[in-house]
């Protein structure tokens, strides 16, 4: 009891509170009839307190212990130090224990540090500057009707009365389970949402691909929602689609690792001019151009086609968390987020990872005939492809020979893998191509690095399109690390009939390849999308192949 009430940093006459509440009355008042200290504490502190003697008593070469301090006797600005660099969530049971840690807990600059070291938030609340604002956003006038003259009633949040403790409680930790990167469910056509802490507010930036077919130009993005504090304890969720600025809107987390928006004011997403005036403001913000530039009859069929589609779901979508694929030292190159040009359809976001000897792209964007979250392009990192010299290159059937060879290699080892039980044991081992076991182990980025050395040993290999293959990119590069047989994945109108067809993966270096698909006679250039995502990260290896499987399951 004693110790107790020592740490807690109270007299023996009070003991300690929990226990207390844990205890009736009669067995309360035995408690404190007990003595203070153990028996242990009592023979310690004589040995202590007797006198050495002459020859050396019972207290010689003894030292006194060093002097006890409670918690509750350390200053209070220490406190402060100490309370913030705990974690945020542990301060509402730390401001339990007595009033003076609660007291000290109302220090804003403990949750300052916390906002600032958990979340990133850098703004000073006393301090605060709008920048890029406009007066008539700050600003928002309302005719009173009594009054002849106008009143101005102020529209952003009131920073001046406003305390971290409340920024923290009521805003990062409520809505922390909405950050990260997700994947809005626009049927086929899919989308990249990133959720982050953006100075005072959470803000819901979805990202566009560069206008076709500048795949190396950086992303373009656009707020669909914000959540920040009016007032205090107070959140308040707004719609940011359309052009009449910022409306009420809602936000609803359905399940782990999914959540949906809704707009309440769908009025601030329509213009004077009607659908017409609509599409050609989409039209201008998606393709940066206008209909009449587009002169191919069947592309403008296709983003006629998805205006309609999209703009049903410009009132209510749903979410589902998406996450980037884990990076492993052995890998061909780093893993993410790509841009990569798709004919008619225009750029496409698609997320290349990689699993034992096999890389796949999977679309996060994607459109009517291969969806999002399909496997766009699987590329077989067992098998290089050793390009001929650029003359014979540019024969496109030469290309198509090699490519055909190796397709037909990769079938008789599937087929003499799959007999592989059947035969006797001594066998298999010498059919089964080096590797396949690795692959099977599913240990991520075995193998690789034995191919990919021989790739950067030299300073690359000559590379052009053979005559008769379409790009929509004709600023490639011309020299390339090394390729790999793969197959690409092609359906109809409505992913009807799909199928992997043969092609070929061109390693360009570490933020470029391509994918040239034999049976389309077309190449697909990919760009790295050079962005930092935070919250991202997937805490598994096995968590992330299961979002694959999700993301390809709601469109398969």
């Not at 807690?8 to 408690?31: I, K, Y």
């Not at 959470?202 to 007032?231: A, S």
């Not at 290349?352 to 796949?360: C, I, P, Q, V």
């Not at 010498?430 to 240990?443: I, L, N, T």
Request: aromatic share 8%; with cysteine; proline share 8%.
């Amino acid at each position: 009891m004693a110790v107790c009430a020592r740490l807690c940093g109270v007299g023996p006459a009070r003991g300690c509170r929990r226990r207390q509440q844990r205890r009736g009355p009669a067995e309360t008042a035995a408690a404190d009839s007990e003595p203070d200290t153990d028996p242990e504490e009592e023979r310690i502190e004589a040995g202590v307190a007797a006198p050495a003697g002459p020859g050396g008593g019972p207290g010689a070469g003894l030292s006194p212990p060093p002097a006890r301090c409670s918690l509750l006797e350390l200053p209070p600005e220490l406190l402060v130090e100490i309370f913030a660099s705990l974690p945020g969530t542990d301060l509402p049971s730390l401001a339990q224990v007595c009033t003076k840690f609660r007291r000290i807990l109302h220090t804003d600059t403990i949750w300052r540090r916390r906002c600032r070291e958990e979340y990133g938030v850098c703004e000073n609340l006393r301090k605060l500057e709008i920048t890029g604002v406009s007066c008539r956003d700050v600003y928002a006038k309302r005719i009173n009707p009594r009054v002849k003259s106008g009143r101005f009633m102020k529209i952003l949040p009131d920073y001046e009365h406003m305390e971290y403790r409340d920024v923290y409680t009521c805003l990062l930790h409520r809505y922390r389970h909405i950050l990260g990167l997700w994947q809005p469910d626009i049927g086929p056509y899919g989308g990249l949402l990133n959720v982050v802490v953006d100075g005072l507010f959470i803000i819901g930036w979805m990202y566009l691909p560069p206008h076709d077919p500048h795949v190396d130009d950086p992303m373009r993005f656009k707020p669909l929602f914000r959540i920040h504090l009016m007032e205090r304890k107070s959140a308040t969720v707004e719609c940011m689609y359309g052009h009449k600025g910022p409306h009420n809107g809602h936000i609803q987390i359905v399940k782990k690792d999914e959540f949906s928006t809704k707009c309440n004011q769908t009025d601030h997403h329509r213009m004077s001019g009607g659908r017409q005036e609509e599409f050609r403001t989409w039209l201008r913000e998606e393709w940066g151009r206008t209909l009449e530039d587009i002169f191919h009859e069947h592309m403008q069929e296709l983003i006629l086609m998805k205006f309609i589609y999209t703009s049903q779901y410009d009132n209510c979508l749903t979410y589902r968390r998406i996450y980037l694929p884990p990076s492993h030292p052995d890998d061909l190159i780093k893993p993410g987020l790509f841009k990569g040009t798709y004919g008619s359809h225009g750029l496409e976001i698609v997320m290349l990872s990689f699993h034992g000897w096999r890389a796949r792209g999977t679309k996060i964007t994607g459109d009517p005939n291969i969806p999002a979250g399909q496997q766009t392009v699987e590329i077989d990192l067992r098998h290089r492809i050793q390009l001929p010299d650029v003359e014979n290159l540019r024969n496109f059937n030469e290309l198509s020979r090699l490519v055909l060879e190796v397709r037909e290699q990769v079938r008789q080892e599937q087929q003499e893998a799959s007999e592989g039980p059947a035969l006797p044991q001594e066998q298999p081992s010498a059919q089964v191509p080096s590797g396949a076991a690795a692959e099977d182990s599913g240990e991520p980025g075995s193998g690789v690095a034995a191919v990919e050395q021989p790739a950067q040993s030299g300073q690359g290999q000559p590379f052009v399109l053979p005559v008769g293959v379409s790009s929509r990119s004709e600023d490639y590069p011309r020299t390339c690390r090394t390729c790999f047989y793969g197959t690409g994945l092609i359906a109809g109108h409505g992913f009807t009939s799909p199928e992997r067809t043969p092609g070929v993966f061109v390693l360009f270096d570490e933020d470029r390849f391509g994918f040239l698909w034999l049976e389309l006679k077309s190449f697909s250039l990919y760009s790295r999308v050079q962005a930092a995502f935070r919250n991202a990260d997937a805490p598994s290896p096995q968590a992330f192949d299961e979002m694959l499987k999700n993301i390809q399951s709601l469109t398969s």
